[in-house]
């Protein structure tokens, strides 16, 4: 239906679904460090409004078959200014199975060291919070309450609070 740098618009029969161009998969970084959790912001525009995240970004984008884990230092990196002695893979999950075919590789970086100040490549303006993990649910209520977006991912953070 629609081809972009990035994503693809298909239809099979009646369903409709958005699919990543080239093979493109991401990866998402649960980043702990000395019981702190690194999280990012950045203004999304599909959402018209900041999102608090964990950290993640696109493997393959520019090479393809890059390995998740390179991918996912690279974009921690990037990201944060952290850099992770390693990298672990904690598996494949899927976002929006109902109308993305997008899956992402959740990673567990740790052995982290600051090189850097971060923010991300060209426009996108991250925002960088070191978040002790005792206080993750009240900074995301916070931010919340100042019109963030939480992207589902930050459930994983979340979840023993909401289960309780």
Wanted: charged residues 25%.
């Amino acid at each position: 239906m629609w081809h972009g740098r990035f994503i693809v618009a298909k239809q099979e029969g009646k369903w409709e679904y958005v699919s990543r161009a080239r093979n493109i998969n991401a990866a998402v970084i649960v980043a702990i460090d000395d019981g702190h959790v690194l999280l990012v912001e950045q203004y999304r525009h599909p959402l018209k409004a900041p999102c608090l995240e964990l950290p993640a970004g696109l493997v393959g984008d520019d090479e393809e078959g890059e390995p998740v884990e390179i991918a996912a230092a690279r974009e921690l990196e990037e990201e944060t200014g952290y850099h992770a002695e390693k990298i672990e893979l904690i598996g494949r999950f899927a976002s929006s199975p109902g109308m993305v075919s997008e899956t992402f590789d959740l990673v567990r970086a740790t052995g982290l060291a600051r090189v850097g100040e971060g923010g991300g490549v060209e426009d996108e303006h991250i925002i960088v919070h070191r978040v002790p993990l005792a206080e993750v649910t009240q900074f995301v209520a916070a931010k919340r309450n100042q019109g963030f977006v939480i992207d589902a991912k930050m459930l994983l953070l979340l979840a023993a609070d909401i289960l309780r």
